[in-house]
Every structure is written in structure tokens, then in C-alpha cells.
Nanobody, 126 residues
Framework: QVQLVESGGGSVQAGGSLRLSCAGSGYTANYYCFGWFRQAPGRERERVATIATNGRTTYADSVKGRFIISKDSAKNILYLQMDSLKPEDTAMYYC????????????????????WGQGTQVTVSS
């Protein structure tokens, strides 16, 4: 059973930076999709960025050029570096993981992940 624990959220002023971390355990498959998602009050959950075991990444248009997803496979930690933060980035941020086939790593840009963390709050003030 994969378990995910996020950390690194907090409050920051617009233009600031935060780095989110997601510590994972219980990985048994060879290939995974990993993702960061966010949900603001009253809004649907939004996919922010994804990364596959092979390192292939995808980003939402709203965060391209400002956020970077990465992973430390040796430590089983997923990261989301968030720069030039805006008030509209305020949300609960969740990490997620899903085991896939080798071809499945081309299709990480989806929302139906199997494993989810509890979330970490990010608040950006203007």
C-alpha cells in the first residue's frame, strides 16, 4: 500500500516561493505516475504537474514557467518548487501516485490517481 505525506505548505506573499515535499512509501511496482494537484474552496480539483518514473513531466498552463516538479527516487520524495507565487495559487495541495505499465508513463496527465496524500495548505497573500 502506497502512503504519501505532504509537507512544506505555508503562507507567503505574492512573488514569493515555496517548496512542497511528498514523502512516499510502499512502492512495489516498476513504473509510476506522480502528480501534484490542488483544490481551492468552492473549486474543482486541478492537476498542477505530473512526473513519471522516466522523468517525463507535464504542467498546467497556469503554472508553466513558475513551478517545477521533480523527484528524488533514492529517497522516494516528490517535490514541487513554486516560484513567483500568485494569490490564485492559494489552495490545498495534494500529491498523488499511481502504478502504471511502461507505456502508461506517457499518460500521467490525468486525474484518476489511486493513491493520495492528506494535503498541505498554501496561502498566497497580495
Amino acid at each position: 500500500q502506497v502512503q504519501l505525506v505532504e509537507s512544506g505548505g505555508g503562507s507567503v506573499q505574492a512573488g514569493g516561493s515555496l517548496r512542497l515535499s511528498c514523502a512516499g512509501s510502499g512502492y512495489t511496482a516498476n513504473y509510476y505516475c506522480f502528480g501534484w494537484f490542488r483544490q481551492a474552496p468552492g473549486r474543482e480539483r486541478e492537476r498542477v504537474a505530473t512526473i513519471a518514473t522516466n522523468g517525463r513531466t507535464t504542467y498546467a498552463d497556469s503554472v508553466k514557467g513558475r513551478f517545477i516538479i521533480s523527484k528524488d527516487s533514492a529517497k522516494n520524495i516528490l517535490y514541487l518548487q513554486m516560484d513567483s507565487l500568485k494569490p490564485e495559487d492559494t489552495a490545498m495541495y495534494y500529491c498523488a501516485a499511481d502504478s502504471v505499465s511502461i507505456n502508461g508513463m506517457w499518460y500521467c496527465s490525468r486525474n484518476n490517481y489511486k493513491y493520495w496524500g492528506q494535503g498541505t495548505q498554501v496561502t498566497v497573500s497580495s
